[in-house]
């Protein structure tokens, strides 16, 4: 009974696929308490009726080959410099906010009650209080350009360059490695650190005039320990930062530390992909 409910829904599933295409049936005989699978095994719609554990069998090497593949992206120097610089980077993008905005976060007092972040974000007659607001949405659009710059400047290190122990690291030993690259990917590269370098030192600038100015806006308007606290602490969230930034920045032209890995991992060799032919004068992969 179980074969011929076996031998029906073959002839069913068969009678439902010839209905849209034409195919060839490959039958193979096994033992009938096998449950057989129809298996379609080329683009030519040759189905062929396998055991269940005959099918499995055949497509071990597919799942075997899958994970090898996600193992080798995985493992990959640029995709693990990539997964770390996107994590970093929305991580960031809150103590950016905290430390721009200071007389936004910071509380304060408004007559007998504490000051919300909408009254904070009211300007009115008192001049301090309008020049520490606007100042701080000054250092917003400073830390937001250098990032950007920061963030394109890391992207073209990782897919141009690599970290390599066994290279010098030497400002005139790199600049020999960048002549493997062509001229306007390396152009691109000492682009994009020279706009990061001089972004970075506005940004320090505008937060320390920022954090200056604001201190002395939420100071006269002081509510408590509160105050001084959350002031520190907002500070803080960008000292380190700012503090990696200038140690990044402050650094010889063919010096390329990354702004995000930490260990200060610098970029001294090229990508093996992006290498110069020296015999024919071509890039093996021109991929950007």
Same mark, same amino acid.
């Given at each position: 009974?179980? *074969?011929?409910?076996?031998?029906?829904?073959?002839?069913?599933?068969?009678?439902?696929?010839? *209905?849209?295409?034409?195919? =060839?049936?490959?039958?193979? *005989?096994?033992?009938?308490?096998?449950?057989?699978?129809?298996? =379609?095994?080329?683009?030519?719609?040759?189905? =062929?009726?396998?055991? #269940?554990?005959? %099918?499995?069998?055949?497509?071990?090497?597919?799942? $075997?080959?899958?994970?090898?593949?996600?193992?080798?992206?995985?493992?990959?120097? !640029?995709?693990?410099?990539?997964?770390?610089?996107?994590?970093? +980077?929305?991580?960031?993008?809150?103590?950016? #906010?905290?430390? @721009?905005?200071?007389?936004?976060?910071?509380?304060?007092?408004?007559? /007998?009650?504490?000051? *919300?972040?909408?009254?904070?974000?009211?300007?009115?007659?008192?001049?301090?209080?309008?020049?520490?607001?606007?100042?701080?949405?000054?250092?917003?659009?400073?830390?937001?350009? #250098?990032?950007?710059?920061?963030?394109?400047?890391?992207?073209?290190?990782?897919?141009?360059?690599?970290?390599?122990?066994?290279?010098? $690291? !030497?400002?005139?030993? =790199?600049?020999?490695?960048?002549?493997?690259?062509?001229?306007?990917?390396?152009?691109?590269?000492?682009?994009? /650190?020279?706009?990061?370098?001089?972004?970075?030192?506005?940004?320090?600038?505008?937060?320390? +005039?920022?954090?200056?100015?604001?201190?002395?806006?939420?100071?006269?308007?002081?509510?408590?320990? %509160?105050?001084? @606290?959350?002031?520190?602490?907002?500070?803080?969230?960008?000292?380190?930062?700012?503090? /990696?930034?200038?140690?990044?920045?402050? $650094?010889?032209?063919?010096?390329?530390?990354?702004?995000?890995?930490?260990?200060?991992?610098?970029?001294? !060799?090229?990508?093996?992909?992006?290498?110069?032919?020296?015999?024919? @004068?071509?890039?093996? !992969? @021109?991929?950007?």
């Amino acid at each position: 009974m179980e *074969s011929a409910d076996i031998e029906s829904n073959k002839n069913s599933s068969i009678m439902e696929s010839t *209905s849209t295409e034409s195919l =060839v049936v490959v039958d193979i *005989s096994v033992p009938t308490e096998e449950v057989l699978t129809p298996t =379609v095994v080329n683009s030519e719609s040759i189905v =062929v009726w396998l055991p #269940m554990k005959l %099918k499995s069998a055949c497509l071990c090497p597919q799942i $075997t080959n899958c994970f090898a593949s996600i193992q080798t992206i995985v493992g990959d120097q !640029d995709f693990q410099q990539k997964t770390g610089v996107t994590i970093t +980077v929305v991580l960031e993008l809150y103590r950016v #906010m905290i430390a @721009s905005f200071l007389i936004l976060f910071v509380p304060q007092t408004c007559g /007998d009650h504490i000051c *919300s972040i909408e009254e904070n974000a009211q300007t009115g007659t008192d001049p301090l209080y309008n020049a520490g607001f606007t100042f701080n949405c000054i250092t917003l659009a400073a830390f937001l350009t #250098m990032y950007f710059a920061e963030i394109k400047r890391e992207g073209k290190m990782i897919a141009y360059l690599d970290v390599n122990p066994k290279c010098l $690291t !030497d400002n005139d030993s =790199v600049g020999q490695v960048l002549e493997r690259l062509p001229i306007e990917k390396k152009n691109t590269i000492l682009f994009y /650190d020279a706009f990061y370098q001089k972004s970075g030192y506005a940004a320090l600038v505008c937060f320390i +005039v920022n954090t200056i100015l604001s201190g002395f806006v939420v100071y006269k308007y002081y509510l408590d320990d %509160k105050t001084t @606290s959350t002031f520190i602490t907002s500070v803080l969230f960008m000292i380190t930062k700012m503090s /990696d930034v200038y140690s990044t920045v402050a $650094t010889e032209k063919n010096i390329f530390y990354s702004a995000y890995l930490k260990g200060k991992i610098q970029y001294n !060799d090229v990508d093996a992909n992006k290498k110069v032919n020296p015999e024919q @004068s071509t890039v093996v !992969d @021109s991929s950007s």
